[in-house]
């Protein structure tokens, strides 16, 4: 069983950075995709950024030029490192990795971006 496990979330002012860890209980994200999802209050879950196991990287449009979605296979780890963050950027942000069909998420981080 895949276990995902997602760290580095606080309160932050506007423009401020924090970066985001989501460390995986084995080598999954060497051969899988993995994303990240926030979901705000009263609103659904967006996906916010995704990085395939070839490499490359897509971003939500309000999110592009801010974050940055990163992974280190040998720690198991995906990073979300978000810069000039925003009020709108408050949520509950989740690690997902998809493999072979089957969909796994962490429990998810606080975000919240407020003066």
């Known amino acids: 069983q895949v276990q995902l496990v997602e760290s580095g979330g606080g309160l932050v002012q506007p423009g401020g950075s924090l970066r985001l860890s989501c460390v995986a209980s084995g080598s999954i994200f060497r051969s899988s995709s993995a994303y990240w999802y926030r979901q705000a209050p009263g609103k659904q879950r967006e996906l916010v950024a995704g990085i395939m196991s070839s490499g490359n990287t897509d971003y939500a449009d309000s999110v592009k030029g801010r974050f940055t979605i990163s992974r280190d296979n040998a720690k198991n780890t995906v990073y979300l490192q978000m810069n000039s963050l925003k009020p709108e950027d408050t949520a509950v942000y989740y690690c997902?990795?998809?493999?072979?069909?089957?969909?796994?998420w962490g429990q998810g981080t606080q975000v919240t971006v407020s003066s």
């Open positions: 997902s990795a998809h493999l072979s069909g089957l969909v796994y």
